[in-house]
């Protein structure tokens, strides 16, 4: 990169170098909140060290919004911080964090470094080795951004431990909730009101967006030019990149979508990819949004009469429930579930993922959102998306990958644990209680594409039937161990047992032809 690729970024930050310094932070580049920074790091304003690392971002087709998000919330962070008074070094390059910390380690002796337990595996070991390398000049502390603590609970989590008994217990530590020690309303969770479809010329309000700045003018032009032949687009980059942004966006969700959250919670609506939903994990998963200020938002506005309880707990559950556990599981599984694959699967990955050309109308809808956005909410990702993939009986890692480049608020710690342990059962069932697959039926119940598909929802296989309709029966079969084992989807074999065997033959026929003729990524 040129210097005059990035001058406005240079000349709106006020840069140190280390020389004279004998303490620095790390910030990592999803650690980008300064009230989580150490208590001495707050007092003292030590040296920020910043690393803007290009070496993974070229190596895999990563969104490009995703890229345009990482480097310009980055940089603004920077620049925040500088103006608060703190020292900042900012470096550029393919280099890993663990190359930059060695060296500078190297040439300014007089110099120690901490920093705040990564999230993402690969680097935390990495910068573990530069801790072995410098025992008495790195000091590593916990990561700050999480509700849990890993120590208590990763042990029971191996062991199985589900999401909805954790959550129980965060609900009592935290007090979200709670009245006199029993949750409110007297339910824990209200997911069975949960469940609506939306109504049709339901009113969704606009989703509020951020103008970028002349900084992030700048990076979404070079990463459009750096990055060109990655995934997805630049075009209206409106996400925000500063937390006084972030916490704007937050406001509006609270006022005008939290109130039907629950209700449409699971719902899908063609043009429609945000619905209620907060569309906040981006600024959760670095740091410029903290968990417990959007809960503390949530209950207060339940306490006020604003939003009914059904949303609130389930806004709630999402974050101290699933968000915090997904992390734990990831903190317990590691590094032995990168490799799970629990029904073998081996297809490589179908191209629609890449393209959004598939008949389907579901999954080019749902793909196209994300081409566009980087965006799709949960029941996308994992009711069309992580179904099709499974059901197609493509390589679960493929799935992953898929996940891991294709979304703004992607990251190893999140997609690894949604993707092998949630959406394609790969751990064999360590996180799920059963597989993640259906027919058509649930996503004709919940969705409104399939009246404008070229399948017909109600055509079970042969020529014209939804994929989805045959794939289904043709997954229970096929893995009819799973779900005989599995009290939840048992029944599911024995009505697959009662189809006459021509039905059988026909569904099984039309699944090998579906699943052996799709174009699939080389
Ligand atoms: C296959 C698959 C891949 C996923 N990949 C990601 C990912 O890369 N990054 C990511 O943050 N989430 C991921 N999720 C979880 C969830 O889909 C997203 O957090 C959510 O869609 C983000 O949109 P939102 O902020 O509008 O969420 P909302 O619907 O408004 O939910 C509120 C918050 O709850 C949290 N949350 C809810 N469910 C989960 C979950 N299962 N895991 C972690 N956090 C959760 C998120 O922080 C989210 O912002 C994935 C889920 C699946 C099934
Ligand atoms: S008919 Fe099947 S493939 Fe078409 S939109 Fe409906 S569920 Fe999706």
Redesign the pocket.
Known sequence: MTTTERSVFDQSLKQSTPEGFEQALLVIHDQLNSGLFPDDVIQNKPLLIFVESYGQSREHPYHKKKLVYQFASQRHFAIECADAGYPVLYLTGDEHYNDRIGQLLREYPDLSITWMQPLEWDTRKRLEAVNADYPDRTRVLANPFFMAKPEEWTDKIRDGYRMEFFYREMRKTTGYLMDEGRPAGGEWNYDKSNREKLPEGHNVPEIAACEPDDITQEVIGWVADSFAGHFGETDGFNLAVTRSEALQLADSFFKERLNEFGPY?DAMARGKPTLF?????VY??NGLLLPGELCDRAEAAYIEGQAPLNSVEG?IR??IG??EY?RLYYEAMMPDVRSANAFGFSNKLPRFFWDADTKMNCVSEAVGQVIRNGYS??IQ??MIL?NIGNLTETDPHAIFEW?LYA?V???EW??LP??LG??TFADGGVLASKPYVSGGNYINKMGDYCKDCSYSISKKEGEGACPFNYLYWNFVDKQRDAFKENGRVSFMVNTWEKFDPAKKEAISKSSDQFINELPRYQ
């Not at 939903?277 to 994990?281: A, E, P, R, T």
């Open positions: 919670e939903h907060s569309v906040l994990s959760m998963n806004y999402q974050i699933w968000r997904i909410h949960h990702r994992l992580s996940f979304y608020d992607a990251s999140v997609v949604n993707v949630m959406s």
